[in-house]
């Protein structure tokens, strides 16, 4: 009997998790079910795949075997999938996608708006979280493409850059650097700001523009909620840094000024990240094109 293609895909799973729970979890299956299905392929095959004990699942030399025919296997099926799909009007599948909480409030609807307006067929994950997270997600291809404002240095993933955003100083109109054009990192000192913690990686260039400068203000807050810094930044409890696109709102209203940061500005570059084992075809190409058409003009808009 010849395998099903269901089952190399929950063998597939175990064997990039080492774990029944981890890949149930998944497939959106119930342990039960995987063990059933894995249990059922070696039947099919007439031999062991794996190895189970209490805390670890491995795979025997005939595990190893199957394993790279089911990778070749099943990343041709895809492929094949996504390529009829890219042509047809009626493309159905799913995409997961990976993207910061901060990029999810704003520019990422419009973006997903578009691209379900040209394919609604094509049902969608957005899972928001932390860089380091995401990129281990679609490292492990849990997640299939990854939106991050820095390029990604992982032999395993690939990345198309979409565009630059600038970061920019934003103050209540009251405030007394308020009537500045722009502000240097000298400026600074001795003014409370209200800032995301050190190390955050989707705020790398802003933490580079004040060592470079070697200037190392006061904090008065941190915070990662961009929300909650604007909010503090109109109240007037001191200076904050933002997108220029994420303050679009509060500056035609009048509540905050925004004012580029030294002599160039300060920027960051937008990446979608994937794997290399699968090609940006179907799908996936469909939603690079969508981001490709519509991420630039939403990262540099000024007004």
Known sequence: MEPDIRLLRTFRAIADTRSFTAAAKRLRLSQS?????????????????????????????????????TRQVLDNLDRARDLLAEHTKTASGHLSIGAPSLFSRSVLPKVLGLFRSRFPRIALSVITADPDSMVARVAHRELDLVLLPFAVKQQSLGMVRLGNDELVAAVAPQHQLASRDRLHAKDLKGQGLVVPNPGNKLWAAWDAFLIQAGVFPEISIETDDLEVAKRLAVEGHGVTVAPRWSILVEIQRGELRAMPLGDSGVFREWCLAYHHGTELVGPRRNFLRVCQEEIPRLLSATS
């Open 33 to 69: 079910s995987v063990s059933q299905q894995v249990s059922a392929l070696e039947r099919s095959l007439g031999v062991q795949l794996l190895k189970r004990s209490n805390k670890f699942v491995g795979l025997t030399v005939a595990g190893e075997i199957f394993l790279q025919c």
